[in-house]
């Protein structure tokens, strides 16, 4: 069943089309990329699904409803929760209060107490420097913060933006990993990311955007198969 539908988005930057009628779609329970070079389309699709853009036209279902002209801030309560680029955290306050951010929603004390809780299992280095402030953490801190504080609104779908970025190769796969059990605890994924090899390993189904056009799909396997996707993306 599909929990996120794109039909026909597209979305201009003054009379540049960025995003040229896309559709495509993510099922429950998937881990689903958007592939591309630097300026394909990847992080404008995001943002204009989530509303942080406007769209010239298209539509955008959520669990069968249509949340196409939804603000933004509306579309969090509806179990949608995005992941910038840039990991864009509250640099002045502290871990903590970066956490409760992510839950302003929640006016229940005891369950906002076990949601800490649970963040602060699955990411024990954000439990060890709760107190910290923001700004001083590392790259690797500040994404694992920035996915934290994401998932503290309990999202049905959880869309990352180039999670990776910046980041050593040994973080890089500890993220990728964070990604995969983020998923298999039941948190629907859709993931937008540089790193083809590393997210397509991780993906049920993929999609490859060139200039704001949606060029190939298949699955995960499929595509780090294709001979296209291994010259242009995977250096083979």
Known sequence: MAMLEVHDLEVNYGVIRAIKNISFEVN?????????????????TMQSIVGLIPKKSGKVIFQGNDIT??????IVHLGMTQVPEGRRI??????????????YSNKDNASLKSDLQTIYER?????ERKNQVAGTLSGGEQQMLAMGRALMSHPK???LDEPSM????????????IIKDINKGGTTVLLVEQNAGKSLAISDRAYVLENGKIVLSGTGKELSESE???KAYLGG
């Open 28 to 44: 429950e329970g998937e881990i689903v990329t958007l592939i591309g070079a630097n300026g394909a389309g990847k992080t404008t």
């Open 69 to 74: 002209k939804i603000p933004c801030h509306k």
């Open 90 to 103: 509250f640099q002045e306050l502290t871990v903590y209060e970066n956490l409760l951010m992510g839950a």
């Open 123 to 127: 990411f024990p280095r954000l439990a």
């Open 157 to 159: 779908l959880l869309m």
């Open 166 to 177: 910046g980041l050593s190769p040994l973080l890089v796969d500890q993220v990728f990993e």
């Open 228 to 230: 296209m996707v291994r």
